[in-house]
């Protein structure tokens, strides 16, 4: 039973919150409930908690009351020794009462969370917080969060003047006193924007910027809706264009504005390392001192928009680089590099870390790393509008191709450039590399962005980043005019072959095949050799890769030796070699005189995997030509293929392992099938090979089988080649190849991700053989698809609602029509979308059983005719129970 003074306490912790309905009306508090966290360790001595609380809240009250404070901090120390700190902020704009009101309402929230020993809530109008330790100084934490309207602004230019409104804010905040800001911004069309942004005032300028530009770049996700908030644990960001405070209790902000312009600080990656630095005091001392030196080199020059430094203190050696955009001025750069250098110290004692916005990024690592620039972690960030304009995808594609193109001849690597299109507006675009970095290397960089922008395409907005360079594109300006650079002089330097590619992407798929005929004949009658049976038609005029020399890979294997083996392929081994440079790669060996085909698919896996650069496809080193045999060089997976993990001893995968082996396999095809300038059929994509990196993220390899689909057929009539199990219905029994045929096959494989088990396992029941597709489809019908899922996968791990969604993309991938399949890309939005369209349910699949004469073939790829095959293949109805 209750203790009677116990009871007392908890009665006046439960009234005293109701004392301010005594002091007057109340106008508008601002209620809106935005979140609440509460501790999920209690009080042990609830006695003491509940008196603390009681005592703190008391004094929170009072100052907000009498000294009519929109800031207010208390502390307080009960018998039983809990010393509990709380904090209460309520908007400027409100007046003495609704501040009180918001109070009230906000402490009587914060008493759900009952005996938390730590607790907070937000609201429209105010924030109320305590905990056991002091906690004054933070301003942001992991749950930061934002609320978003639902309605999208009418208004053309309202994202832009949206974006102009939050960026002002994120860079004067910080600057004013009492760190708040209030502004109204007139809209093109007679609405306005109404904006505040506000810190707790025991903040520091640095933090309160901090946690601005993290507010900043948690809105973007609102716009263009007309409403917004983002919060965080000490700053509150709020905009909307209905009224939320008087006209007359704006802020001006344009003293503030006037000592620096737009640093672009949105945020677009961040990495920390998962290895911390042993030795922390030196540690520090050398993030300090370079970082000192980064930022005196760009205060110095006015012209200066790169950096290096290293320090070494205690043997421990630490270099750092900072690089702005050539656009921004100076005060802007230091801006960016402030908030990128106070972000980046979040990474703790990390011993390697990186920050990318729009403006600027920096780097810092324990060893030397000027000259990289293409690592596995690069990426994209593409916007969420698409654009009007007819042909817009066309011309963006040639403005980025012509960057990829002259930025590394230019001096500092940096291009801008402004391209107007026919259908009016204008595409704004620049690229830039790290300036210790060579020009083949920034190149190559410069490559990988321009294919992974084809992903933002058509959208209005995309940037592509990397270790070592930057693209963005466009409609909206985010340079002035007269920043751009001249580039036409460096488009017409190089050869004539690579020009006549960039031309025949832009002219079309007419243009296009007339070039590669005319070519292909030119090459016939100057070079009568055997050419291959339409495999690479249109690769021929591909650049290849680097050429190996033979010793030097034998050396690398120990001469091919067992030892080495990683397996053994349908045409040769591969080997894990070690070159004289110490890198370790992936040594593919052929033999010609095993097939007649395998010239040809050595010549057509060279060109076309040579020339595709996708951070989901396996990367070609280069190649080797000696006798019969023919060698290619990859890049080395450790973790081998996908099949070992799913089915064999490397261990089970987790959820989001399977999730991203799933969506980074849909964006390689994609690639293949849309983003590349000629589409790549690659005919045998099957668990075995796809290759996982050191993160586990997929890279689709084996092109042996790849054959190219002209612009202008839907499909290919071909003989039969790849792996029955995995094979559309379609091009085993018709040999009709397209696209389709790779989406089918994908879906097989993303089925035997979601379950663990193989597409070829029979299952016996009273009902019969049933294959790994045909009990999906069943489960599906019945509505029991989580009952697919692996059961090495912890429940606990994924969400119910998208492991049926994405067992349905699996399905709909493998109809029985090639038609109603979706296209990779769509396949890929598809992913990423929260929920299942529901005109896209799935239809009942086609089954190709396989009867091989050997079980074990078929997990083999095979390259033959059916009729001559020792392989039949029939079609199967799923039967629909």
Same mark, same amino acid.
């Given at each position: 039973?209750?203790?009677?003074?116990?009871?007392?306490?908890?009665?006046?912790?439960?009234?005293?919150?109701?004392?301010?309905?005594?002091?007057?009306?109340?106008?508008?508090?601002?209620?809106?409930?935005?979140?609440?966290?509460?501790? #999920?360790?209690?009080?042990?001595?609830?006695?003491?908690?509940?008196?603390?609380?009681?005592?703190?809240?008391?004094?929170?009250?009072?100052?907000?009351?009498?000294?009519?404070?929109?800031?207010?901090?208390?502390?307080?120390?009960?018998?039983?020794?809990?010393?509990?700190?709380?904090?209460?902020?309520?908007?400027?704009?409100?007046?003495?009462?609704?501040?009180?009101?918001?109070?009230?309402?906000?402490?009587?929230?914060?008493?759900?969370?009952?005996?938390?020993?730590?607790?907070?809530?937000?609201?429209?109008?105010?924030?109320?917080?305590?905990?056991?330790?002091?906690?004054?100084?933070?301003?942001?934490?992991?749950?930061?969060?934002?609320?978003?309207?639902?309605?999208?602004?009418?208004?053309?230019?309202?994202?832009?003047?949206?974006?102009?409104?939050?960026?002002?804010?994120?860079?004067?905040?910080?600057?004013?006193?009492?760190?708040?800001?209030?502004?109204?911004?007139?809209?093109?069309?007679?609405?306005?924007?109404?904006?505040?942004?506000?810190?707790?005032?025991?903040?520091?300028?640095?933090?309160?910027?901090?946690?601005?530009? !993290?507010?900043?770049?948690?809105?973007?996700?609102?716009?263009?809706?007309?409403?917004?908030?983002?919060?965080?644990?000490?700053?509150?960001?709020?905009?909307?264009?209905? $009224?939320?405070?008087?006209?007359?209790?704006?802020?001006?902000?344009?003293?503030?504005?006037?000592?620096?312009?737009?640093?672009? $600080? &949105?945020?677009?990656?961040?990495?920390?390392?998962?290895?911390?630095?042993?030795?922390?005091?030196?540690?520090?001392?050398?993030?300090?001192?370079?970082?000192?030196?980064?930022?005196?080199?760009?205060?110095?020059?006015?012209?200066?928009?790169?950096?290096?430094?290293?320090?070494?203190?205690?043997?421990?050696?630490?270099?750092?680089?900072?690089?702005?955009?050539?656009?921004?001025?100076?005060?802007?750069?230091?801006?960016?590099?402030?908030?990128?250098?106070?972000?980046?110290?979040?990474?703790?004692?990390?011993?390697?870390?990186?920050?990318?916005?729009?403006?600027?990024?920096?780097?810092?690592?324990?060893?030397?790393?000027?000259?990289?620039?293409?690592?596995?972690?690069?990426? /994209?960030?593409?916007?969420?509008? @698409?654009?009007?304009?007819?042909?817009?995808?066309?011309?963006?594609?040639?403005?980025?191709?012509?960057?990829?193109?002259?930025?590394?001849?230019?001096?500092?690597?940096?291009?801008?450039? #402004?391209?107007?299109?026919? =259908?009016?507006?204008?595409?704004?675009?620049?690229?830039?590399?790290?300036?210790?970095?060579?020009?083949?290397?920034?190149?190559?960089?410069?490559?990988?962005?321009?294919?992974?922008?084809?992903?933002?395409?058509?959208?209005?907005?995309?940037?592509?980043?990397?270790?070592?360079?930057?693209?963005?594109?466009?409609?909206?300006?985010?340079?002035?005019?007269?920043?751009?650079?001249?580039?036409?002089?460096?488009?017409?330097?190089?050869?004539?072959?690579?020009?006549?590619?960039?031309?025949?992407?832009?002219?079309?798929?007419?243009?296009?095949?007339?070039?590669?005929?005319?070519?292909?004949?030119?090459?016939?009658?100057?070079?009568?050799?055997?050419?291959?049976? =339409?495999?690479?038609?249109?690769?021929?005029?591909?650049?290849?890769?680097?050429?190996?020399?033979?010793?030097?890979?034998?050396?690398?294997?120990?001469?091919?030796?067992?030892?080495?083996?990683?397996?053994?392929?349908?045409?040769?081994? !591969?080997?894990? =070699?070690?070159?004289?440079?110490?890198?370790?790669?992936?040594?593919?060996?052929?033999?010609?005189?095993?097939?007649?085909?395998?010239?040809?698919?050595? /010549?057509?896996?060279?060109?076309?995997?040579?020339?595709?650069?996708?951070?989901?496809?396996?990367?070609?080193?280069?190649?080797?030509?000696? =006798?019969?045999?023919?060698?290619?060089?990859?890049?080395?997976?450790?973790?081998? @293929?996908?099949?070992?993990?799913?089915?064999?001893?490397?261990?089970?995968?987790?959820? #989001?392992?399977?999730?991203?082996?799933?969506?980074?396999?849909?964006?390689?095809?994609?690639?293949?099938?849309?983003?590349?300038?000629?589409?790549?059929?690659?005919?045998?994509?099957?668990?075995?090979?796809?290759?996982?990196?050191?993160?586990?993220? $997929?890279?689709?390899?084996?092109?042996?089988?790849?054959?190219?689909?002209?612009?202008?057929?839907?499909?290919?009539?071909?003989?039969?080649?790849?792996?029955?199990?995995?094979?559309?219905?379609? &091009?085993?029994?018709?040999?009709?190849?397209?696209?389709?045929?790779?989406?089918?096959?994908?879906?097989?494989?993303?089925?035997?991700?979601?379950?663990?088990?193989? @597409?070829?396992?029979?299952?016996?029941?009273?009902?019969?053989?049933?294959?790994?597709?045909?009990?999906?489809?069943?489960?599906?019908?019945?509505?029991?698809?989580?009952?697919?899922?692996?059961?090495?996968?912890?429940?606990?791990?994924?969400?119910?609602?998208?492991?049926?969604?994405?067992?349905?993309?699996?399905?709909?991938?493998?109809?029985?029509?090639?038609?109603?399949?979706?296209?990779?890309?769509?396949?890929?939005?598809?992913?990423?979308?929260? @929920?299942?369209?529901?005109?896209?349910?799935?239809?009942?699949?086609?089954?190709?059983?396989?009867?091989?004469?050997?079980?074990?073939?078929?997990?083999?790829?095979?390259?033959?005719?059916?009729?001559?095959?020792?392989?039949?293949?029939?079609?199967?109805?799923?039967?629909?129970?």
């Amino acid at each position: 039973m209750m203790k009677p003074n116990l009871l007392v306490l908890i009665l006046i912790w439960c009234c005293t919150i109701n004392i301010v309905h005594a002091y007057g009306s109340v106008a508008n508090p601002q209620t809106h409930f935005l979140n609440q966290r509460c501790s #999920k360790y209690n009080a042990s001595n609830l006695r003491s908690f509940f008196g603390s609380i009681n005592e703190s809240f008391s004094r929170l009250r009072d100052q907000v009351n009498n000294h009519r404070k929109h800031f207010v901090t208390a502390e307080s120390q009960a018998r039983g020794k809990i010393l509990t700190h709380t904090m209460f902020q309520c908007r400027n704009y409100l007046s003495r009462i609704d501040c009180l009101a918001c109070f009230n309402t906000a402490s009587t929230q914060i008493r759900n969370c009952s005996s938390a020993k730590a607790a907070r809530v937000i609201y429209d109008g105010c924030f109320l917080r305590y905990e056991r330790g002091r906690f004054y100084n933070q301003t942001t934490e992991p749950d930061n969060g934002v609320s978003c309207g639902n309605m999208s602004s009418n208004a053309t230019s309202f994202k832009l003047v949206a974006e102009k409104v939050l960026m002002e804010l994120q860079t004067t905040t910080a600057k004013t006193k009492g760190f708040y800001a209030a502004t109204k911004t007139e809209v093109a069309g007679g609405s306005a924007i109404y904006a505040i942004a506000q810190c707790v005032e025991t903040a520091t300028e640095d933090d309160c910027l901090q946690c601005m530009t !993290v507010g900043y770049n948690n809105l973007q996700s609102c716009l263009p809706n007309t409403e917004g908030r983002a919060y965080d644990a000490g700053c509150f960001v709020r905009y909307s264009t209905t $009224p939320f405070f008087a006209d007359n209790q704006t802020i001006d902000i344009t003293p503030y504005l006037d000592q620096v312009g737009n640093p672009q $600080p &949105y945020l677009l990656n961040k990495g920390c390392s998962s290895y911390n630095s042993s030795n922390l005091p030196s540690f520090f001392e050398n993030i300090n001192e370079t970082f000192s030196s980064l930022k005196a080199q760009i205060s110095n020059n006015q012209n200066k928009h790169f950096a290096t430094a290293n320090s070494t203190r205690g043997e421990v050696l630490t270099y750092a680089m900072f690089q702005c955009r050539n656009y921004l001025f100076k005060t802007e750069c230091l801006a960016c590099f402030n908030t990128a250098s106070t972000q980046i110290r979040n990474c703790s004692a990390a011993n390697g870390a990186r920050i990318i916005y729009d403006g600027c990024f920096l780097r810092y690592e324990t060893g030397r790393f000027y000259e990289e620039t293409t690592e596995p972690g690069n990426g /994209e960030s593409c916007g969420n509008t @698409s654009a009007m304009v007819v042909g817009f995808s066309l011309a963006a594609q040639q403005v980025l191709m012509q960057l990829q193109t002259v930025t590394p001849k230019i001096k500092g690597f940096y291009a801008a450039t #402004k391209a107007t299109m026919a =259908g009016g507006g204008a595409i704004y675009a620049v690229a830039q590399c790290v300036e210790t970095a060579a020009e083949n290397d920034c190149l190559r960089c410069m490559q990988v962005g321009y294919n992974n922008l084809q992903s933002c395409l058509p959208n209005t907005e995309g940037r592509a980043y990397d270790a070592g360079c930057f693209m963005r594109y466009s409609t909206t300006p985010f340079f002035p005019d007269n920043q751009t650079i001249d580039i036409t002089p460096y488009l017409k330097r190089g050869g004539s072959r690579k020009k006549w590619i960039i031309v025949g992407v832009v002219v079309g798929s007419g243009g296009l095949l007339l070039i590669i005929l005319a070519v292909f004949a030119f090459r016939r009658s100057r070079k009568p050799k055997r050419f291959p049976r =339409g495999d690479i038609l249109g690769a021929t005029e591909l650049k290849g890769p680097v050429n190996y020399k033979y010793a030097d890979l034998k050396g690398a294997t120990q001469n091919f030796s067992n030892e080495n083996k990683l397996g053994e392929g349908g045409f040769g081994g !591969v080997y894990k =070699g070690t070159l004289k440079n110490g890198k370790i790669v992936a040594v593919k060996k052929l033999v010609l005189g095993k097939s007649s085909k395998m010239e040809d698919d050595f /010549e057509s896996e060279v060109k076309l995997i040579s020339n595709a650069h996708h951070r989901n496809l396996v990367r070609l080193l280069g190649c080797c030509i000696k =006798g019969e045999e023919r060698i290619l060089v990859y890049e080395y997976m450790a973790n081998s @293929s996908l099949d070992r993990f799913l089915f064999g001893d490397r261990g089970p995968l987790n959820w #989001k392992q399977r999730y991203d082996i799933i969506l980074g396999t849909a964006r390689g095809l994609a690639y293949l099938h849309e983003d590349f300038h000629v589409s790549i059929i690659h005919r045998d994509i099957k668990t075995a090979n796809i290759l996982l990196d050191d993160d586990l993220q $997929p890279k689709i390899a084996d092109f042996g089988l790849a054959r190219l689909l002209p612009e202008d057929r839907s499909h290919l009539s071909t003989r039969f080649a790849g792996t029955l199990g995995y094979t559309a219905p379609e &091009y085993a029994m018709h040999g009709q190849l397209s696209e389709k045929a790779d989406t089918y096959s994908y879906g097989i494989v993303v089925l035997e991700i979601v379950s663990g088990q193989k @597409s070829t396992n029979v299952k016996e029941d009273e009902d019969g053989r049933e294959y790994l597709l045909q009990r999906a489809w069943g489960l599906y019908e019945r509505g029991m698809q989580l009952e697919l899922v692996d059961e090495a996968i912890d429940p606990n791990e994924y969400d119910a609602e998208e492991a049926k969604k994405i067992i349905e993309i699996a399905l709909l991938c493998t109809q029985a029509s090639a038609a109603t399949r979706p296209t990779m890309s769509e396949a890929v939005v598809l992913l990423k979308s929260k @929920s299942f369209p529901d005109h896209l349910r799935p239809t009942m699949p086609v089954f190709v059983v396989s009867s091989l004469k050997s079980r074990e073939d078929n997990s083999r790829s095979v390259s033959t005719t059916a009729s001559s095959s020792n392989a039949t293949a029939s079609i199967s109805l799923p039967s629909a129970r």
